[in-house]
């Protein structure tokens, strides 16, 4: 018996400190996201089932799998599981007072304002600029792009379909007249009004590769996604937004989040929030 698989032996097939580091490089190339040792836990968790699903004997076995080509599909379930993160609707609201009294007011009027959701995940974050816009703009023009790296999440923020827990932020004017509350067997849910729904473009898009043609925003969030980045994977990714904000244009990132070291084109106007000159 080889050493590495006396070692799994005795491990009961739990995620060996070589297996986690095979993923680490991995969602690294792939998604630009460094995965500390403490997510180790995270991974071996959300990976389980489908080592379960596909009757292997190993992390390992599962991450030749992924790198084999074989099954394309998988790698991208693999992505979608270990890059689902946390979010609520009007996530850090000092932003979208931010948008109401300062943004949206200095506007040019005639053309649509545009608004780019970089990190969408599950579609609270747009839905809450959307239900903003709705109400400030009026008849005005605006649109939004919404974009994340995993297809599952962006399937549920199609939807837009929630558990009415996940409504505790949401104004409840806002409530009223954007929502629509499930009956029946939809009791205890809550569903964005089709009006908004239609108005968002979601998208998959990785924020590490060559970015799509998306048109010149406003408006970008990308908030409490660059945690995941290292310095160097930042700098590549806020210069590749920085080509879609238009002159005059603002960069939101999360509260915990700094651009310092990161790119000193950009001006700051408050913490987290930055102008294209």
């Known amino acids: 018996m080889t050493t590495a698989a006396a070692e799994r032996q005795e491990a009961g097939y739990r ?52 790198t084999s080509g074989r099954e394309p599909q998988e790698l991208q379930i693999a992505i979608d599981l270990l890059t689902t993160n946390e979010t609520y609707f009007f ?3 000092k932003h979208f007072e931010f948008l109401r009294s300062r943004i949206l007011p200095a506007r040019r009027p005639g053309s649509a304002f545009r608004v780019w959701s970089a990190a969408c995940s599950s579609g609270e974050e747009p839905y809450s600029i959307a239900m903003l816009l709705a109400d400030c703009l009026r008849e005005a023009p605006w649109e939004i792009v919404a974009s994340d790296i995993s297809t599952r999440v962006l399937e549920r923020a199609r939807n837009g379909h929630y558990a009415m827990e996940r409504a505790e932020h949401i104004p409840q004017e806002y409530l009223r007249t954007f929502c ?32 799509p043609r998306l048109g010149e925003f406003d408006v970008v969030f990308l908030r409490n996604v660059m945690i995941y980045f290292d310095v160097e994977t930042k700098r590549k990714v806020v210069q590749r937004l920085m080509a879609a904000i238009k002159p005059g244009g603002h960069l939101l990132i999360g509260h915990s989040e700094s651009l310092n070291g990161v790119n000193d084109e950009l001006q700051v106007v408050a913490p987290s929030i930055y102008r294209k000159p």
Do not use: W
């Open 180 to 211: 629509l509350k499930g009956v029946g067997r939809q009791e205890g849910t809550f569903m964005i009004d089709k009006r908004l729904r239609s108005k968002i473009d979601f998208r998959q898009v990785n924020l590490n590769e060559q970015l």
């Open 15 to 66: 995620l060996l400190d070589s297996e986690f580091t095979q993923f680490q490089g991995l969602l690294y190339r792939l998604a630009g996201i460094s995965l500390s040792p403490a997510k180790k836990a995270l991974v071996c968790g959300r990976l389980a089932k489908r080592i379960k699903h596909h009757r292997l004997d190993s992390y390992g076995d599962y991450f030749q799998l992924l």
């Open 91 to 93: 996530r850090e609201p």
